[in-house]
């Protein structure tokens, strides 16, 4: 356990961060999923406005840093060209 009140509340913080930050990456997750459900349902059009709003929640998350950048882009990248691969 911490010793010093500087440290009790880093531990604090830690908790409170780790909370958000792992509804943030389920929320993440979830939009990857229901895109990559829609592919393989063959729903183009549905594929399509989920991957549309995805795109934005990626990007959000990738803005807080709960992500690194090249990983947004290649989850946005592959998602497109499974979405392009549909026809």
Known sequence: MANTAQARKRARQNVTRR???????????????????AVVAGD????????????SVIDSIT?????HKNKAA???SR?????????
Do not use: C, P
């Not at 909370?19 to 459900?37: C, D, M, P, W, Y």
């Not at 183009?44 to 795109?55: Q, R």
């Open 19 to 37: 909370e958000r930050n792992s509804g943030l990456r389920s929320k993440l997750r979830t939009a990857i999923k229901n895109v990559q459900k």
């Open 44 to 55: 183009k059009n549905m594929a399509e406005s989920l991957f549309k709003s995805s795109v």
């Open 63 to 67: 803005n807080k840093g709960i992500i």
């Open 74 to 76: 290649r989850h946005k």
């Open 79 to 87: 998602l497109s060209s499974a979405i392009k691969a549909m026809d």
